[in-house]
């Protein structure tokens, strides 16, 4: 059974940044994608980002390219997000996903999700 749990959430200003963290346990080799999706206030959930396991490519919304970056540690069962030049409308509840492909922006296409980590950017 794969366990998937976000930390690292918080509030910070306009302009700063925030890094989370999420656990991805008890995989399979099938899956190979570790995605970051964010849902705000009254919003649908949005894919943000996402990154292989085995190769390490990745794949952004265009409204965080050059902001954010994803990265991975396989030791450790991790998936990491640091976002920087954070905005108000980066705020929202920060979700991480497990999934089969990297380059999929679905959310149907994530199986496993966590139970997700808040960010606040104040203005």
């Known amino acids: 059974q794969i366990h998937v749990a976000e930390s690292g959430g918080g509030l910070v200003q306009a302009g700063g940044s925030l890094r989370l963290s999420c656990v991805i346990a008890?995989?399979?080799?099938?899956?190979?994608?570790g995605a970051w999706f964010r849902q705000a206030p009254g919003k649908e959930r949005e894919f943000i980002g996402s990154?292989?396991?085995?190769?390490?490519?990745?794949k952004y919304a265009d409204s965080v390219k050059g902001r954010f970056t994803i990265t991975r540690d396989n030791a450790a069962d991790m998936v990491y997000i640091q976002m920087n030049s954070l905005k108000p409308e980066n705020t929202g509840v920060y979700y991480c996903?497990?999934?089969?492909?990297?380059?999929?922006?679905?959310?149907?296409?994530?199986?496993?999700w966590g139970q997700g980590t808040q960010g606040t950017v104040s203005s």
């Open positions: 996903a497990d999934g089969r492909r990297w380059f999929e922006t679905a959310e149907s296409s994530y199986v496993d």
């Open positions: 008890g995989r399979t080799y099938s899956s190979d994608a």
């Open positions: 990154i292989s396991r085995s190769s390490g490519s990745t």
